[in-house]
């Protein structure tokens, strides 16, 4: 479809609403979850709730052929969703010092029995047994999934855990077996510099080289120390999972044995920070839209907000990305702003006061915290409203 197409259709689709807002593409969100399915090649997927953000969404991806369970990532919020009864299988991300909510989540047995919490630490164990008053909580290890050339003298991916050796992960594996008020029923390692980076950045062929090379090495090292410590942890204890991977990593993930379950998200709304892949690509599902409100000069249009930053290192491609009609660029001096965002461009003169210009996020879920609702579209036509975390009045982070 052409890009003038397809920005008709969603002017048509939203004609009866007032911009600002946000929309979800059902053809594209269920084609993206179908893609990820596809890649995960028989593994279930784990669909990370911090990447949609919207409760009904994350039903409807629950309900498809694929799916199982949720990573959430804060454990107030893995409370909610199990209450709410969306899934007897939450795995919580992060760890948590939150003492109230480990304490609630002891109190109540059918919470317990759905969600787990992540370790990487002997604090983090003792702060959950005082919390917990000697009722049984699940726990996950967290693995270091960094790659360290050169000796371990560079470190290329996340700050997470401190555990990366087979003899740590079975370490803190043993003190927790030892602990009565602690099941462990799961490993997670997430490599952030696989799965969450592109490796086709636009107009940097160099740049996109040094990353295969370096992503392709990784895979190598964290495939066989990842299997080395699912069999040391095996050989105490067994486990319910082994989880792994993110939106860009699915398929080289879920081809390692070790690996039982993949775990991905923003995959299904596609932002442009995930357009910069070269083993998978999606469909735009998740945008919002800005109504233009002045015209300063020739070749510019002024946008009512826009300010809506992802989070990450300060650089150019934290801001959304103009995306109907193309050929609009920022202002330098002013970029996205809180209250009014310029667009520069020669489609800018096509445009009138009134109109619509269509954003992408540079990530997924972080969207959800800037609108309270999103409209559901299908083609051309609109479908429902539906709130999100914020809409329903639920702020974790």
């Not at 919002?288 to 070749?299: D, I, K, Q, S, T």
């Not at 879920?365 to 559901?376: I, M, P, Q, V």
């Amino acid at each position: 479809m052409s890009t003038r197409n397809l920005r008709d259709r969603y002017d048509a689709a939203t004609a009866g609403l007032e911009a600002p807002f946000a929309v979800v593409d059902m053809t594209a969100f269920r084609a993206n979850a179908a893609g990820l399915v596809r890649r995960a090649a028989g593994k279930p997927v784990r669909v990370a709730s911090k990447s949609v953000r919207c409760r009904a969404l994350l039903a409807e991806v629950l309900a498809m052929d694929g799916f199982a369970g949720i990573m959430a990532f804060t454990l107030p919020e893995a409370l909610w969703l199990a209450r709410e009864g969306l899934s007897d299988d939450i795995l919580v991300a992060y760890p948590t010092a939150d003492r109230t909510a480990v304490a609630a989540l002891a109190a109540d047995d059918a919470a317990a029995r759905a969600v787990t919490l992540m370790v990487d630490s002997p604090e983090h164990l003792d702060l959950i047994e005082d919390a917990a008053g000697g009722r049984r909580v699940r726990v996950c290890i967290d693995i270091d999934a960094s790659y360290r050339p050169l000796g371990g003298r560079v470190r290329i991916g996340a700050l997470r855990s401190p555990l990366r050796t087979p003899a740590d992960v079975a370490g803190l594996a043993e003190r927790i077996l030892k602990r009565p008020g602690l099941d462990l029923v799961g490993l997670m390692a997430y490599e952030s510099q696989i799965a969450g980076v592109g490796d086709v950045p636009p107009g940097r062929p160099a740049r996109a080289r040094v990353i295969r090379a370096m992503q392709q090495r990784s895979r190598i090292e964290l495939a066989r120390r990842r299997a080395a410590i699912v069999r040391a942890v095996r050989d105490l204890t067994d486990l319910e999972f082994v989880n792994g991977g993110g939106t860009g990593s699915v398929e080289k993930t879920a081809a390692e044995r070790a690996v039982t379950e993949i775990a991905a998200g923003s995959g299904l709304y596609q932002p442009h920070l995930f357009d910069q892949y070269s083993n998978f690509s999606g469909r735009p599902a998740a945008l919002f839209a800005l109504p233009v409100v002045r015209r300063p000069g020739p070749g510019v249009a002024t946008c009512l907000g826009g300010g809506y930053l992802a989070s990450g290192p300060a650089d150019e491609i934290r801001l959304p990305q103009p995306y109907l009609p193309t050929g609009l660029s920022y202002d330098g001096n002013e970029g996205a702003g809180e209250v009014q965002t310029p667009l520069l461009g020669r489609a800018a003169d096509g445009l009138r006061v009134g109109d619509r210009v269509w954003f992408r996020h540079t990530k997924a879920g972080e969207l959800c915290e800037r609108f309270a609702e999103l409209h559901l579209i299908e083609g051309d036509r609109f479908v429902r409203t539906v709130p999100t975390y914020r809409g329903e009045g639920r702020t974790f982070l």
